[in-house]
């Protein structure tokens, strides 16, 4: 076979395919995002079922907030609503919003962030999206924040979380704890941004997702474009809370687990060829139909060749 994948996935192939899936998600799928504070008034969150867990940090979104702007953005890639200005992944599923970074204190310890993990879990987030994390050294964290990630495992929430816009071979917590999915970032034409991180753990546990130049919500109406990996995570959870909603059509019990297998075990190389530029490719390209054809017992040369 020819070595050059990206035949397989031509440009902007995750969108099309999301459009064409014309699923938009279960009602009983709940995906928690912690995250700034989102204004949940914004047109595009019109018919969204959003409930906002109380936390330490304000509730309340500013449409001059740096981190109300993080948060509204992250959530409607999610959970805009069909034919508005922003058209989320997963509208149809069920949105906990839980506000861990304020306007005024945009720094989290890793004590905040585990009690908004146990937060979401207690209120029955099947997924749960961190599109933030904290530089570390080796990926070694807190056992606060160990504990509330092992409670993940123990009730088969699936962690999203960003790996971090450094540009370097260096780990985020949370992203680089065990059974957490990782999420870097790509362009248009499937290759990582210089921004997005990489290392060891990540070639295990890590995808790369569209996040350059993506659309979201604004604070106070509007739209924007932004990039980072902070907005390719909401796009895969969006995609692995569809996932659990096929599960859900199948009769089979949703599998936060088994959804994270489909998308690492889918997932594309990149097409380069250099060593380095291949460990930032992580464990490869988010393939939206290469998971579903994997949940649905295909296999995957078949679905290369049919690609």
Known sequence: ???????????????????????????????????????????????????????????????????????????????????????????????????????????????????????????GAHIINISGGELTDFGEADGWLENAVS?????????VAAAGNNGCDCLHVPAALPAVLAVGAMDDHGHPLDFSNWGSTYEQQGILAPGEDILGAKPGGGTERLSGTSFATPIVSGVAALLLSEQVRRGETPDPQKVRQLLLQSALPCDDDAPEQARRCLAGRLNVSGAFTLLKGGNMSEELATA
Request: aromatic share 4%; glycine share 8%; net charge positive.
């Open 1 to 123: 076979m020819h070595h050059h994948h990206h035949h397989l996935v031509p440009r902007g192939s995750n969108r099309d395919i999301l459009r064409t899936l014309s699923l938009k998600g279960d009602h009983n799928i709940r995906v928690a995002i912690l995250d700034g504070p989102v204004d949940i008034a914004h047109p595009c969150f019109q018919g969204a079922d959003l409930t906002v867990l109380p936390t330490l940090a304000p509730t309340a979104a500013r449409s001059d907030g740096f981190m109300s702007a993080h948060g509204t953005h992250v959530a409607s890639i999610i959970f805009g609503q069909p034919e508005t200005s922003v058209p989320g992944i997963a509208p149809q599923c069920r949105g906990l919003i839980v506000p861990i970074f304020s306007d005024d204190r945009r720094r989290i310890t890793q004590l905040d962030l585990a009690r908004g993990i146990e937060r979401a879990v207690n209120a």
């Open 151 to 159: 409670l993940c495992r123990q009730n088969n929430v699936l962690l």
